[in-house]
């Protein structure tokens, strides 16, 4: 991850409203939080300011927010930062940013999710909504939602490079989780509209349960097994069987078996930002390691 060279501040910000769009610049500027993509600036109470700092690719999903989810928004029982204005690019700032509504909370990763049916049932009926048929020229993901073995070599670069800083305690076991998912049978389905980045930071919760949903940035069409991974990533032990009997349709056994696979995968990912972030490596997010941790433990529990 590069960061840029531009140094985002409150002044600048407030320049690129005041430049853009000048009916908001009165509003209050503050710096939200600094994202893996996108810096988040809070524009007063109910708006927010999303501009790409740490990836090239942010520029593109900014843009795809900004097309899609006003259309998407209406029909999702969770709420969600839905695009209000697109800033371009400019010589005080060379790239794209977005202005949206603020959804408030706090992310999982900080304050998991402790009402367990509650929140089972909030995830299922918010992916039942999403997970609809994707219209002809809605977005491929980059590489998820797709086959699972696509990520075969990146899952196994993954799970030793964890192993090997003891992070893992029984890589046979998660080798398991993965095997049986790789050898499920593939989607064949419609192309559905995955989030595609359903991990605890980008759900938050609020009074225990999950309250809403953030970063649609790797929004795509695909295998809804992607997106059904979240169920190990975020909610407690014994609830997977909550949310699968509100979510519809219910899924086959095939794609829980994927839904597995890629939470493993996910996991593992999870662990390694977790592990970085503890010992102040670039990259790093202290908070992903203890939820990635309780996935994988809850994923080997369904192979004993």
Known sequence: MTHAEIEITAEMVRDLVRDQHPDLADRPVWLGA????????????????????????ADGLLRKEHAWLPTLAPRLPLPIPVPQRL???????PRPWLITTWVPGTPADRIPVTRASDAAKSLATFLTALHQPAPRGAPAGRDRGGPLADRADQFANGLTSATERGLINDPDAVRAVWQDAVTAPQWT???LWLHADLHPANVLTADGTICGVIDFGDLCAGDPAYDLAAVWLLLPDDTTNHFYAAYQPTPDTATMRRARGWAMARALGGI??????????PGGKPTWGPPAHAAVQRLIATIH
């Open 189 to 191: 389905g419609l192309a």
């Open 87 to 93: 800033g371009e690019p400019s010589e005080r700032f």
């Open 272 to 281: 390694l930002i977790g592990d970085a972030g503890v010992h102040g490596r």
């Open 34 to 57: 600094r994202g893996w993509d996108n810096q988040l600036w809070r524009l007063g109470d109910d708006l927010a300011i999303r501009l790409p700092w740490a990836t090239g690719s």
